[in-house]
Every structure is written in structure tokens, then in C-alpha cells.
């Protein structure tokens, strides 16, 4: 099994509509992040929770939320998509300190 | 600001050797890493840097030089497998990631 696991691994929605991604992971880790991936940018921290009542934003936090339900689930949502928030979306884990693990990504592509 | 510069492209031969290299300027500084990203996948840890020096494992090789903010992958051996996008991320000050853009790497026969 995935140490870190994402879902959906594809998703098209519309603007306007509220779409959620989960992330969970198997690990225990108390951190876990969120990141956007755009063509030619770096990976973008969007949030990240230390702990479940720990949660942060990120540099690019608005338009979006989260939500730690446990220490293993991390959810992103996006209120009300709109068209440039069309990317791939990663949740990610540190390991050992020296290294992160990501999930397998989530394209989204908001039409 | 914080930055992280890389090429945005390299083409190199099936066989041969490339050496990608990253230049930062960030708050403070905890560690370099590489990390390795096929198209459409996530990205798969390759090295560490903490302290100045090479760090070899196996084909590929990660140096660092903190006083020049630089550091470099080196690829040997080049195989049409290693066609892929190279991040390069700094841990800042408050132990958070500062991503490059990446390096797309085109391997050809």
C-alpha cells in the first residue's frame, strides 16, 4: 500500500462548484501539506497542518480550505472552482525528517 | 524574496553525463533536496544536502556549497529512463520547502 494515498487521481468540474481532494496517510505522521503544481512554476504550498489542530496557510491559500479529520486525513477543498485553479494538485508527508513523500497527484481541471 | 534558479531545459546523449545545477537565495537554510519527477507523476526523493560536499549514490551525485548558494545533480551514465523533470528545493529558516521551477531533461539516442 501507497504510504500517501490521493483522491481522485483525475477530476473536470465546473466553475462555481465545490470539489474536495483527500489525502491520507498510513504513516502517522503529524505534518502534512498541500501543493499546486502549474507548467513551468514550482510545486506551491497552499497548506499545511503540524498536528489536527495545528493548520496553516501556505503562499497561494486563497480559494481554498482544508480540513485535518484525523491525524491520517488531510482534505482540500475549493469552494467555488474557478478556471485558474486548473492544476495538479499533491498532498505530501516528510520522512525521516530528510525526505517528503507525495501522493500520486490529483489533476483537476475546472472548465 | 526567496528564489531558487534552474535551467529550464537540458538535452543530453544516452550514455553520457549531465550535471543540472541550482543556485538559491532563501531565509536561512536547513538542506537542499533533489527530487526526480516523470511527467504527470509525483516527484521521488533523490538526495539530501546539509552540509557542503558530494554525495554519491550509485548514478547520481548531489554537491553542495553553502557560502555560494549553489549546488548541483550530477547524472552518469545517462539512460532514456532518466528523461524527467529535476526539482530542486531548499529548506528555509522556518523548515519550509522553497521549490525551483524544475529542470526538464531530454535524454536522446
Known amino acids: 500500500d501507497a504510504d500517501v494515498t490521493q483522491t481522485p487521481r483525475n477530476r473536470i468540474t465546473k466553475t462555481g462548484k465545490r470539489i474536495m481532494l483527500e489525502c491520507s496517510q498510513t504513516?502517522?505522521?503529524?505534518?502534512m501539506y498541500w501543493y499546486r503544481q502549474d507548467p513551468g512554476l514550482g510545486l506551491r504550498l497552499i497548506y499545511y497542518?503540524?498536528?489536527?489542530?495545528?493548520?496553516n496557510k501556505g503562499e497561494i491559500s486563497d480559494g481554498y480550505s482544508v480540513s485535518r479529520q484525523a491525524q491520517a486525513k488531510f482534505s482540500l477543498s475549493l469552494e467555488s472552482a474557478i478556471p485558474n485553479q486548473t492544476a495538479l494538485y499533491f498532498c505530501?508527508?516528510?520522512?525521516?525528517?530528510?525526505?517528503?513523500?507525495f501522493g500520486s497527484g490529483t489533476r483537476l481541471t475546472v472548465v | 524574496g526567496q528564489n531558487i534558479d534552474q535551467p529550464t531545459e537540458m538535452t543530453a546523449t544516452e550514455g553520457a553525463i549531465v550535471q543540472i545545477n541550482c543556485t538559491y537565495q532563501?531565509?536561512?537554510?536547513?538542506?537542499l533536496f533533489w527530487y526526480q519527477q516523470h511527467a504527470g507523476e509525483a516527484p521521488t526523493f533523490l538526495s539530501y544536502?546539509?552540509l557542503d560536499g558530494l554525495e554519491e549514490k550509485g548514478r547520481f551525485s548531489s554537491f553542495l556549497s553553502r557560502s555560494k548558494g549553489y549546488s548541483y545533480l550530477l547524472l552518469k551514465e545517462l539512460q532514456m529512463k532518466d528523461s524527467a523533470s529535476y526539482l530542486c528545493?531548499?529548506?528555509?529558516?522556518?523548515?519550509?520547502?522553497?521549490w525551483g521551477a524544475g529542470t526538464k531533461l531530454i535524454i536522446k539516442p
Open positions: 505530501a508527508t516528510p520522512f525521516q525528517g530528510r525526505s517528503y513523500t
Open positions: 504513516k502517522g505522521h503529524d505534518r
Open positions: 497542518s503540524f498536528d489536527v489542530k495545528d493548520i
Open positions: 532563501t531565509s536561512g537554510f536547513n538542506g
Open positions: 544536502n546539509v
Open positions: 528545493a531548499v529548506v528555509d529558516s522556518n523548515y519550509q520547502l522553497i
